[in-house]
């Protein structure tokens, strides 16, 4: 289950990535928490019987946005997109209606399991993935596992600090990755620019400014050149902390495709050890319509085998 602030999309997925069977469940994010849960409760059930399946459901994995505790499944904050759900726990309601185990992960992380499960992250063993939204979301994978740090909030990639007198985060912090490469601030940069030049300034999106670069448009290129930048510097941080063997770049921003790889892989050289960069793969997620469901199974399953 892939919840969003405006519905939740359920898909039946088997163990090799298979979607059998989807739906998607209106949200009204204004609802008290029973009546947003139990409908995707219902509609779990249904997909699961109609498909002859309900005995061979063996797990539910659940992703949502914000900070989700370790153990309780409890989300504890971030979430203020559907704020029936902070507080509370969706493992225990659900795992109460359904009876089997329901595990709940931020959508980073699942994210980041669905590439190593079914994805780009299969062929490594250790990752960081990024998401490239409207916010910036991370995760971490040491020796094919999710790493979820202490109490489960581990790989807030879009918050580490890159400039200390930098942009001011609603974090608390300045200079915030997330200020400077997320879609906000690409838009913001471009419109800033083309505002310098006293060029007409439309407030255009991502795509269409990664458009406007693949065709040549020499502020749209500056602007995906400074966002990797940002990018690289904290990839190249991680790196040389972690020595991993790949950093996957998902999320909206990543189907710019080498509008944004490419300026991520040239600057990378500038913040790192030589020898840590040495061969480390710097490419795109490969799911994308189907990655909230995909990952969402792939944490639950990755967590029941664990
Ligand atoms: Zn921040």
């Keep these: 289950v ?3 602030g405006s519905s939740a999309k359920v898909g039946l997925v088997d163990r090799r990535g298979g979607i059998l069977a ?8 204004r609802e008290d928490f029973e009546r947003i849960v139990e409908p995707v409760e219902s509609c779990i059930e249904g997909l699961a019987k109609r498909h002859g399946d309900r005995g061979r459901l063996i797990a539910i ?3 949502t946005p914000g900070f989700i505790e370790e153990g309780s499944g409890r989300i504890v904050g971030g979430c203020e997109n559907i704020p029936a759900l902070q507080g509370r726990s969706l493992p225990e309601h659900m795992g109460g209606a359904l009876g089997v185990p329901v595990f709940a992960d931020n959508d980073a992380n699942c994210a980041a399991a669905g590439e190593l499960a079914f994805g780009a992250g299969r062929r490594f063993s250790s990752f960081a993935f990024i998401t490239l939204g409207t916010g910036i979301g991370g995760g971490l994978v040491f020796n094919k596992r999710i790493f979820r740090g202490a109490r489960g909030f581990a790989a807030e ?5 890159l400039d200390p007198s930098g942009l001011q985060c609603n974090c608390g912090s300045r200079g915030c ?3 400077y490469a997320s879609g906000p601030a690409i838009v913001a940069l471009y419109q800033e620019k083309r505002k310098k030049r006293e060029l007409p300034a439309p407030i255009l999106s991502p795509k269409e400014i990664a458009d406007r670069a693949r065709g040549g448009d020499s502020l749209a290129v500056e602007t995906f050149d400074e966002t990797g930048r940002w990018i690289a510097q904290a990839l190249g ?16 921003i990543s189907q710019a495709g080498d509008v944004v790889l490419e300026p991520v892989r040239r600057h990378l050289p500038d913040f790192i050890w030589p020898i840590v960069g040495a061969g480390v793969s710097i490419i795109a997620a490969h799911l994308s319509n189907d990655a909230g469901i995909l990952g ?3 944490q639950a399953l990755e967590r029941l085998e664990r």
């Design 2 to 4: 892939d919840f969003g």
């Design 22 to 29: 989807k739906e998607t469940v209106p949200i009204d994010a």
């Design 61 to 63: 994995g659940v992703g």
């Design 157 to 161: 990639i879009g918050h580490m600090s």
């Design 177 to 179: 990755l997330e200020q």
């Design 237 to 252: 941080t991680l790196l040389n902390l972690l020595n991993l063997e790949a950093c996957i770049l998902g999320g909206g």
């Design 296 to 298: 969402a199974a792939a």
